[in-house]
Structures are given as C-alpha cells and as structure tokens.
C-alpha cells in the first residue's frame, strides 16, 4: 500500500464514525468500507446485473437500487448462496478500498471497516486502532440512533467478533466510554502520534 494505513474498527455502536469523524476534521482522509460495499452494487454496476441474473428482478426495489435486506435475508439461509455472493463482491470490494487509499493525498489515510479483521484487511494496515466501549454502552447508544430494541443490538453483538479477540489485533486502543470530548482528546493524541509515525516509520 502506498499510503501509511491505519484500520479502524470496533463493534456496533462502539463509536467508529464518531472518531472518524474527528481524524477527518484534521484533514485526514477516511475510506470507508460500508460505502463501498453499497458503491459495488449501485444502479449500473455490472456486479447487479450478476446478482439480479442469479437471485430474478425481485431482489431490485422498484428504483433500481439492490434490496439489501432481501438479499441479507436469502443469503443468510443458504450458504452455497452465500459464498457465491462473497466471491463475487470480495474482491470488488477489496478494489474499490485499494483505489481510494492510493488516490488520498492526506498526511496518511484511515480504513474504517467493522470487519477489518475478519477479512484480513489487518495485514494491509501500519497500524489497527480498535474502538472499544463497555457493551451496555454500545446498547444504549445503538437503541437511540436506531430505534432498535435491546434485544436486537445484542443479537448483532453475538454475530459480531468477541471483544477480547478484537483487542488482541490492536496496536492502539480508543476507549469510548465517556463524553465525545473525551473521545475526541484520545483521537487528537493519536492523530499526533502517527504524524509522527509516519514520517519516521514510513514501510
Ligand atoms: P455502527 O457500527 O453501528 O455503524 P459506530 O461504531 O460507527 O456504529 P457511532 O455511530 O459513531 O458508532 O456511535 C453510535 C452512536 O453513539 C451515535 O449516535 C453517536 O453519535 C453516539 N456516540 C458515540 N460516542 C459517543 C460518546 N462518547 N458520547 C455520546 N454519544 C456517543
């Protein structure tokens, strides 16, 4: 990779756009790995064309845009369906995020994938920064952006990485568990200190 990466992940609610956010309010260029995999399957795509020829018309919502949750919902019960589905888009995805972190200019570039880690995308990265909060507070933050139940934030918590695994990737831990200005202090000390890394630890 051309550009010094840093992966930025952490599960639901954990608070990743919001430090992104704040890395890009530094002029700090983020790539993001949802808006990509939404990119690969836009009206026009030849990866829709492939998807409706395999799954019929249905699985277009009447603008043209891919039903996603229909598709979530078929591949989820089919696994020969599933993998097809992930061959096809892994790799479009993978393109996609390569292009944009080469084509930023900013002092280093940030990836921020919620399964960073399980699609190995660690091994692209400098550095992997985790966003860690206390699980209740993943809960009730998630419930108030959402309008989610309890109950369905916590069923997407067991889905997701266990916590301990996704620590034991990190060079770096922002724990979320305070106020924003308390999370955005811990961005601004990271933000210098690969400002720093980069310059002196460039490969
Ligand atoms: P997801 O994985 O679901 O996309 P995320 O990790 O990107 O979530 P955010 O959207 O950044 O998480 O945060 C979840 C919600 O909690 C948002 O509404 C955000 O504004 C709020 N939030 C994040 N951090 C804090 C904080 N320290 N104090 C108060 N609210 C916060």
Known sequence: MKNWLVGL???IGSGKTAAADRFIAHGITTVDADLASR????????????????????????DGNLDRAKLRHIVFADESKRRWLQSLLHPLISNYLRQHIEQATSEYVILVNPLLIESRQTSWCNRVLVIDAPESQQVTRTM??????????????????????RLQAADDVITNDKDLAHLHAQ?????????????TQPE
């Open 39 to 62: 990119a690969v399957v836009a009206p026009g795509e030849e990866a829709l064309s492939l998807i409706a020829e395999q799954f019929g018309d249905d699985i277009l919502l009447a």
């Open 144 to 165: 108030a952006r959402d309008n989610n139940t309890a109950a369905q934030v916590e069923n997407i918590m067991q889905a997701q990485l266990p916590r301990d695994v």
């Open 187 to 199: 961005v601004d000390e990271l933000h210098r200190r690969y400002k720093e890394l980069c310059r």
């Open 9 to 11: 992940t952490g599960g």
